[in-house]
């Protein structure tokens, strides 16, 4: 039953961020796609009490920035 509902939810998923490119420049949505990997490190720390190792966290920071520096260019400098 779970397997059914992920896909469902993933199939949702999916067809939100197809219809939400029309709305935001692809550098951005790319981004923000990729943040999501960021946010599932934070939440599995969280959530499954993974440790945070120094280069994990280090890591984390980096693609922050990085996202940052794709949506907004000048909020870095």
Request: proline share 1%; net charge positive.
């Amino acid at each position: 039953h779970y397997h059914f509902l992920r896909s469902v939810l993933g199939t949702i998923g999916s067809l939100c961020f197809i219809h939400g490119l029309g709305f935001i420049h692809l550098s951005d949505a790319s981004a923000i796609e990729n943040f999501q990997y960021i946010m599932v490190c934070l939440l599995g720390g969280f959530i499954f009490n993974e440790k945070f190792v120094f280069t994990r966290f280090i890591a984390l920071i980096i693609g922050f920035a990085g996202v940052l520096l794709v949506v907004k260019p000048y909020s870095l400098v």
